[in-house]
Nanobody, 128 residues
């Protein structure tokens, strides 16, 4: 059984940083796609970043490039999202999603429907 558990959310002032964690159980440590998505109040879910575990190939949506970094800790089956220079528009519930095992080179960062498993989400708030 697959479980994805996010943690690390909170409230941070604009320009600050947070690191989100996605602890994955029931998925292989490699050849798995883990994506981060977010949903702000009243808005549709949008993609943030994705990583192909094992190879570490990653993708980002344009709005977070240069500010967010996705990485993996293979030993602990955890994927991180380091978020720097946070902006008010980054306020949302952040979800991690998974699919695997699968053979790809890059995982989609924007297509939530492609993923099979989802966590419960963690709130990130950047006050105005």
């Amino acid at each position: 059984q697959v479980h994805l558990v996010e943690s690390g959310g909170g409230t941070v002032q604009a320009g600050g940083s947070l690191r989100l964690s996605c602890a994955a159980s029931g998925l292989t440590a490699s050849r798995t796609c883990i994506g981060w998505f977010r949903q702000a109040p009243g808005k549709a879910r949008e993609g943030v970043a994705a990583i192909y575990t094992g190879l570490g190939n990653s993708r980002y949506v344009d709005s977070v490039k240069g500010r967010f970094t996705i990485s993996e800790d293979k030993d602990h089956s955890t994927v991180y999202l380091q978020m720097n220079n946070l902006k008010r528009e980054d306020t949302a519930v952040y979800y991690c999603a998974g699919r695997g095992p699968i053979s790809v080179f890059y995982c989609p960062a924007s297509t939530g429907e492609w993923y099979d498993y989802w966590g419960q989400g963690t709130q990130v708030t950047v006050p105005s």
